[in-house]
């Protein structure tokens, strides 16, 4: 199976800025929906923001809205996202969802079991 490819995690210090990536080249540029989850140590794994292909209105979760932009890439076949502003609490490893957009996305788009496809994470360490 397909899956995509995360790579742009590290430490940084509370305030800093990271851009993480997730090479998404054996899928469709259209059709398809693309999320970041995260998951830290002893937490389920959260919903933090979604990208239609479509070029429908992306979502975010609350804990990251206004600090988080996610993007395409077509011609790279890339999905970025972009966390500015961070907090020791965004610390976690970051994983890249896909699937068809007929079965994620939605108003239930923060849910883990509408993906099928997925990386394999990158991790984000935040220090205070």
């Known amino acids: 199976q397909v899956q995509p490819v995360e790579s742009g995690g590290g430490s940084v210090q509370a305030g800093g800025s990271l851009r993480l990536s997730c090479a998404t080249s054996g899928f469709s540029v259209i059709g398809n929906c693309f999320a970041w989850f995260r998951q830290a140590p002893g937490k389920e794994r959260e919903g933090v923001a979604i990208?239609?292909?479509?070029?429908?209105?992306?979502s975010y979760a609350d804990s990251v809205k206004g600090r988080a932009t996610i993007s395409q890439d077509k011609p790279r076949k890339t999905v970025y996202l972009q966390l500015n502003a961070l907090k020791p609490e965004d610390t976690a490893v970051y994983y890249c969802?896909?699937?068809?957009?007929?079965?994620?996305?939605?108003?239930?788009?923060?849910?883990?079991?509408?993906?099928?496809?997925w990386g394999q994470g990158t991790q984000v360490t935040v220090s205070s």
């Open positions: 969802a896909a699937d068809d957009a007929r079965y994620c996305g939605g108003l239930s788009w923060y849910r883990s079991d509408k993906y099928s496809a």
């Open positions: 990208l239609y292909t479509s070029g429908a209105s992306p």
